[in-house]
């Protein structure tokens, strides 16, 4: 990551933090939904992005995350170690559902990763001393580091601060030989093991990192609700996850940031405009059309979401991706050479 | 000549020191989309009857705004608005939707001190101790699948099945009666729970393990659009709707409408007079009509206008204790209004149910059977007393 995107970074984090803690709970809770979306899109946009392998299991991911978490702050244990949990363990899980694409590939992974959301909403609901089944585990609110979070403003800092930790991360490791080989992979497997990379081992690695991080978002979605719901963890979460990062931008760096806030506040602006016009019940009922329109909309005129868009107006912003991310996968581009601008 | 001027003055002074008539907020999510919003006349009947009381003086002499936000029975949306109605909106009392959300809620609308009325029925948030701001109208699903099955057990039937969804509206109240052993009591069997996904289309796989049973009721513990579902594939496989009783969501005209002679004999437990009865409520929604627009025209409509009514009375008696104008401080305007609210007793709904009493924060437990003859619900007996 570049000193500029380094700055972009922590400049939109304390922007997000001050309007969270300045503008009242509502306004928090906000900035919490798209700290936590843009943590479980940038965990999908490692898997779906940059390593190319479709996964519809994000949401069940949270999930694992979000009851991990919420049994271990429940025992007591600090929520910083109880978010680690929740990474922990959604790695494992991801690592499971990543299993099949050892040997499976497009859409026939894709189809396994459904069965795995579905098993996992399954066990959600039936495996009682754990979740508590259909009614959920209601989440006492933990301490962080000491710190309690029994509100939504003091759930803002770690949130973002976890967020600007993950997204370093990730920058970090899409310069590394292994991020690099996701990119290889992604465009090509064949031409992937003809340079001598471990196709399988890649894949299961962008899982694991994935996976922990969508553990992680679960974790705070446990904590930012008081409550782990199966109702919460569906397959509509899933369809969420994979419109942000096709939305923002798939396989670049700011797109799950862009596309986790377009996707959350939408909703909200379509909701206020209607009620400024007084036609929200209309808007309401139009607001999955909405969704769905724009994702074909950007498929077919601009594959490369909003950063594309966003880039094209400022040509040398936030729409630079450096980690050799050209476009949506399977479009041609020679990958840039990963490093600063 | 010169008292004129100084008379016009002084007017104006004294309505320039007037104090400015507070904001009253009430905050209402309903599933305007979603899978039940087929019921979701009662969020509509709530806002429009606080628009009547405006068009009508308002409450107390002040307006009510009534902000009516879709929930659409997804949990973290209706936990989303529920902070933005207690945050943001101010509301002084807020009315929300699904058994999740309100079972989710609980804790924090203690500790925000907000009274909430809820359209769950699930006795788990009842509980005016443990949870002295919620409030329901009308009789818990246990009260309501108990009143159903003292009604099989009166007229000989052994054998009940109750079909569910696998959410928490489903299994929630399902798991609290037959923990209750009221089932054994009454010296019925359960021959079986049959679950089923909540938005299912097809439902023929269940209708067929249903027969196999062969109960002498199935007990529906859902809303009017999963009862289409299971009315519709019953039939399919040749069982009749007589054998089946709903709760109180699934009293819904676009049953028969939909389902025409596979609906007849299909009952459900009514708590409410329906739409269009000859009460006086009715004339009021009639006057209402007149200058508004109703949404839905159905007996969920007039569960929402019981409940504006039940609203509008609690901080109505609020404003009163305050000297006749809303307390500046949005704390303790709700404490008074759920105080308010606990001491309503005999309320007069204009006759869409008996009198009601919030004292056990349930405002009428009353209910009576109502049966589908010849396309609409008629009433098949008197209203019974939930749980006597």
Redesign the interface.
Same mark, same amino acid.
């Given at each position: 990551m570049s000193a500029r995107q380094l700055a972009i970074t922590v400049g939109v984090a304390v922007l997000m933090g001050v309007l969270g803690l300045a503008l /009242? #709970? &509502?306004a928090a &809770?906000?900035v919490n +939904?798209v700290a936590i979306a843009a943590l479980g899109a940038l965990s999908l946009n490692l898997i779906i992005g940059y390593c190319g392998q479709i996964s519809f299991a994000q949401g069940a991911l949270l999930g694992v995350g979000a009851y991990t978490a919420g049994n271990l702050s429940n025992a007591g244990l600090d929520g910083a170690v109880a978010i680690l949990g929740g990474g922990l363990l959604g790695a494992a899980v991801s690592a499971l559902v990543g299993l099949p694409a050892m040997r499976l590939r497009g859409l026939y992974f894709a189809i396994a990763t459904l069965a795995a959301q579905a098993i996992l909403e399954y066990l959600f609901?039936i495996l009682d001393p754990l979740t508590n /089944? @259909?009614?959920?585990l @209601?989440i006492t609110p933990p301490t962080i580091l000491g710190f309690p979070m029994n509100s %939504?403003q003091s759930l803002v800092v770690p949130s973002l601060v976890i967020l600007v930790l993950a997204w370093l991360a990730v920058s970090r490791l899409m310069r590394t030989d292994l991020g690099r080989a996701f990119l290889v992979v992604r465009e090509s497997e064949i031409v992937a093991k003809g340079m001598g990379i471990d196709v399988s081992h890649a894949k299961m690695q962008a899982f694991l990192i994935g996976g922990f991080i969508a553990g992680v978002a679960g974790a705070l979605a446990g904590y930012a609700? #008081?409550?782990a719901?199966? *109702? +919460?963890f569906t397959l %509509?979460l899933s369809a969420d996850y994979i419109a942000m990062i096709i939305i923002g931008g798939l396989g670049t760096w700011p797109g799950p940031l862009i596309g986790a806030a377009f996707v959350v506040l939408l909703?909200e602006a379509i909701?206020r405009v209607g *009620?400024a016009a007084g036609i929200? %019940?209309i808007l309401? +009922?139009l #607001?999955?059309l909405a969704f769905g329109l724009l994702i074909i909309l950007f498929l077919i005129f601009e594959p490369r979401g909003l950063t594309a868009l966003l880039s094209r107006l400022r040509p040398r912003g936030i729409g630079a991706a450096p980690h050799g991310s050209v476009g949506a996968p399977g479009e041609s581009g020679q990958p840039q050479e990963g490093g600063s601008r | 000549m010169k008292l004129k001027p100084a008379a016009a003055m002084l007017a104006l002074t004294i309505a320039a020191a007037a104090p400015a008539r507070a904001q009253v907020n009430v905050c209402i999510w309903g599933t305007i989309t979603g899978p039940d919003a087929l019921v979701n006349g009662m969020s509509y009947g709530v806002r429009d009857y606080l628009e009547f009381l405006n068009g009508n003086g308002g409450v107390a002499g002040n307006k009510v705004t009534a902000l009516l936000l879709d929930g659409r029975y997804k949990l973290d949306e209706e936990l989303k608005i529920y902070r933005r109605c207690v945050d943001e909106e101010k509301a002084v009392v807020v009315n929300g939707w699904s058994t999740g959300s309100a079972k989710a809620l609980r804790e924090q609308v203690n500790s925000d001190g907000v009274p909430f009325m809820t359209q769950s029925f699930a006795s788990e948030v009842l509980d005016p101790k443990k949870y002295p701001y919620i409030f329901m109208a009308g009789p818990t699903y246990e009260q309501q699948m108990e009143i159903a099955l003292r009604d099989l057990a009166a007229k000989g039937g052994k054998k009940v099945v109750i079909m569910a969804p696998d959410n928490e509206y489903g299994r929630g109240p399902v798991s609290v009666v037959r923990q209750s052993g009221i089932i054994k009591k009454l010296g019925l069997e359960l021959a079986d729970t049959v679950e089923f996904r909540y938005d299912a289309q097809d439902l023929t796989a269940q209708m067929l393990r249903v027969k196999s049973r062969n109960p002498d009721m199935v007990y529906i513990q859902a809303s009017g659009p999963q009862a289409i579902a299971i009315l519709r594939d019953a039939a399919k496989v040749g069982l009749p709707a007589k054998l089946f009783v709903g709760n109180l969501y699934t009293i819904s005209p676009t049953i028969p409408e939909q389902l025409g002679e596979a609906a007849e004999g299909f009952r459900a437990i009514q708590a409410y007079e329906p739409y269009g009865a000859d009460i006086p409520a009715m004339k009021q929604i009639e006057q209402f009509a007149a200058k508004g627009k109703v949404e839905k025209k159905d007996i969920y409509y007039m569960k929402g206008w019981m409940e504006g009514i039940a609203i509008a009375a609690a901080i109505e008696n609020a404003i009163k204790k305050n000297g006749g104008h809303p307390p500046d401080d949005i704390k303790q305007f709700r404490q008074d209004v759920r105080d308010a609210m606990e001491q309503l007793t005999a309320l007069d709904d204009g006759g869409i149910t008996p009198p009601l009493n919030f004292a056990n924060h349930q405002g009428s437990t009353q209910a009576r059977i109502a049966e589908v003859k010849e396309g609409k619900y008629v009433p098949t007996g008197d209203w019974i007393s939930a749980g006597s």
């Open positions: /009242g #709970r &509502y &809770y906000l +939904a609901k /089944g @259909v009614s959920g @209601v %939504d609700n #008081r409550l719901s199966p *109702e +919460a %509509d909703p909701q *009620e929200s %019940d309401s +009922a #607001r999955e | -």
